[in-house]
């Protein structure tokens, strides 16, 4: 699927809450579900920086397309995480790279984050074109 | 002004929260419930009022103008330095300096003992310390090559006099410690480190952020060479720092920055400065907010601090108990020498996610290390949750924090 569509899905099973206590619910749930990194991966250079709670992110190229893994020591960020790695993962570099990231806005999701965790959203964010763009440039 | 006189809180619980505009407001559509003291406390009428009231009426510069404006305006800014004076029982106004905040008061104190260290030296903090009183002296460590040393804690959240004693000696120059702990709460027996330090020639540096808004301070019983608040934890406006110094050390310290009103003359070959207090007031301070002070100052010595603290008292015990009934919740920080505040975690569920979760339902309190890292480190854990109470919350407001903390809790497990 592109990443557009995936987006858009996002945005659809959002909808149907009307509550943010029962996004959150979601949220958790996906948090829960997704087993998401190894543990040979949670190392310091794996660590995004200006999140309250720790996250790590890891990438890996197959096939020229990028696979992302993560975890958060928070559920409800790695809730957040999954939705970002359900976005990127198994996509090719350039359309990461070119890729504008609506979701969260049309879910609602950024008035619902402290400013904190914003920041450590926009570099999560950040840290997934930077992966894109270093695996650009290898085969 | 509110015309609240002597009284207890419990009583008048109700006429209290009226004068705080803010309580009314709701978050993501619930009532507010702001149980986030320790960082800024809310603001009344009064002090709102004298803020608008020195812009319509006073706005002028101080201590320069032949003009009546301006020597209104002074003439109020003095009057509040004497105000923290009679407050603090300093023995003269000239050893109350205005600041922009504790943090800044203390960047202002170990500034100046760069000119009184070498590397033989030692000062000394404690575990329990905000990164405002542990930075500027690290900074000072690097300059100067003096050592830093550390008061340790025991598992309740004190600190460990036994071993303070064994920290001390005479190349010990400095110590400085908060007179309760923003992150637990604990209230730190200072006169005893006062004692102490003085014995062995050390000097002495109180950061008193969460103590000057629960309890009167004495800094001539204290004999504390300094000591640190900021106003936006009374009721203040944010922008307002106290700095009690006893004058032989403020004669002693060099001037902080330079400029206009902290000179007595000024050529191009030399300066000369001015007397205290002006030697530390460089430039044109927040003159509305020092006013404004003193009207938070004037208000809470209206309600009473033996009133605000026996209200708070129960309060805090009301919540431990409450709290306490949360399957699997446990408080950090247990000294029964505390003041209003609570630092706990449920299970192993991050602090964050809770913080989160109840912020939906309208409930503003701290998550996370509280600016205090070196406590986190101790307790092996990433943050608490942080719920700290002023003499304008309620048993109901605990009581439906309780609530949503074990829904929360359903939710996060
Ligand atoms: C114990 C303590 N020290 C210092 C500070 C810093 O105060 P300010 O930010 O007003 O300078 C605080 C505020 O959180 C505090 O609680």
């Known amino acids: ?139 | 002004m509110a015309s609240i006189f002597k009284m207890n809180v419990l009583n008048n619980i109700e006429s209290i929260r009226k004068e705080f505009p803010i309580l009314n407001t709701t978050v993501n559509g619930n009532k507010l419930i702001y149980l986030d003291n320790a960082a800024t406390s809310q603001t009344p009428n009064c002090v709102i009022d004298s803020i608008s009231n020195y812009y319509k009426n006073l706005n002028s510069n101080i201590h320069r103008g032949v003009h009546t404006l301006s020597q209104l305006a002074t003439e109020k800014y003095e009057d509040t330095r004497k105000k923290f004076k009679t407050h603090f029982n300093a023995k003269s106004s000239s050893e109350i300096i205005f600041t922009a905040g504790t943090t800044h008061s203390i960047n202002l104190v170990s500034s100046g003992f760069n000119e009184f260290l070498s590397k033989e030296d030692e000062i000394i903090v404690s575990q329990l310390e905000h990164h405002s009183n542990i930075v500027p002296w690290q900074m000072l460590c690097e300059k100067t090559g003096a050592k830093m040393k550390v008061i340790p804690m025991n598992n309740n959240g004190e600190l460990d006099l036994i071993a303070f004693s064994n920290l001390l000696s005479n190349k010990t120059k400095i110590v400085f410690v908060n007179h309760v702990s923003n992150a637990l709460g604990t209230v730190n027996n200072i006169k005893e480190i006062i004692d102490k330090s003085h014995s062995v020639g050390a000097a002495v540096l109180i950061d008193g952020a969460q103590a000057v808004p629960h309890f009167r301070v004495d800094v001539t019983e204290l004999d504390v060479d300094f000591y640190v608040c900021s106003a936006h934890k009374f009721c203040g406006p944010t922008g307002v720092g106290i700095l009690y110094g006893k004058k032989e050390w403020l004669d002693k310290l060099p001037a902080y920055q330079g400029g206009g009103e902290m000179i007595d003359e000024v050529t191009f070959e030399k300066t000369t400065y001015s007397d205290l207090p002006n030697k530390f007031e460089a430039g044109t301070p927040n003159i509305a907010g020092v006013i404004a002070s003193g009207i938070a100052l004037d208000y809470i010595n209206e309600i009473g601090l033996e009133n605000i603290k026996e209200y708070e008292d129960y309060l805090l015990q009301y919540a431990t108990d409450k709290l306490l009934e949360i399957d699997g919740l446990k408080i950090f920080g247990e000294s029964i020498n505390k003041t209003s505040v609570i630092s706990f975690n449920i299970k192993d569920i991050h602090p964050y996610d809770i913080g989160s979760v109840i912020d939906n339902l309208g409930i503003a309190v701290r998550t996370g290390h509280h600016c205090a890292q070196p406590i986190m480190d101790f307790f092996k854990i990433p943050g608490t949750i942080r719920v700290s109470f002023c003499f304008y919350n309620t048993t109901d407001e605990i009581d439906t924090l309780v609530n949503a903390l074990k829904k929360a809790s359903t939710m996060l497990s």
């Open chain 1, 1 to 139: 699927m592109k990443i557009k569509d995936i987006q858009d899905q996002i945005v659809e099973e959002f909808d149907i809450f009307d509550s943010w206590m029962d996004k959150y619910e979601y949220l958790i749930e996906l948090g829960k579900s997704v087993p998401v990194i190894d543990d040979s991966n949670k190392i310091e250079e794996n660590i995004i920086k200006g999140c309250q709670s720790k996250v790590w992110l890891h990438a890996e190229k197959n096939n020229g397309l990028i696979e992302f893994y993560a975890d958060s020591d928070a559920i409800i960020t790695k809730g957040i995480v999954s939705l970002l790695i359900r976005t990127f993962s198994n996509q090719k570099p350039e359309d990461i790279i070119n890729a504008s990231l609506d979701f969260i806005d049309k879910i609602g999701l950024r008035q619902h984050l402290s400013p904190n965790r914003a920041n450590g959203l926009n570099n999560m964010i950040k840290k997934i074109k930077f992966y894109a763009i270093a695996f650009s440039k290898t085969n």
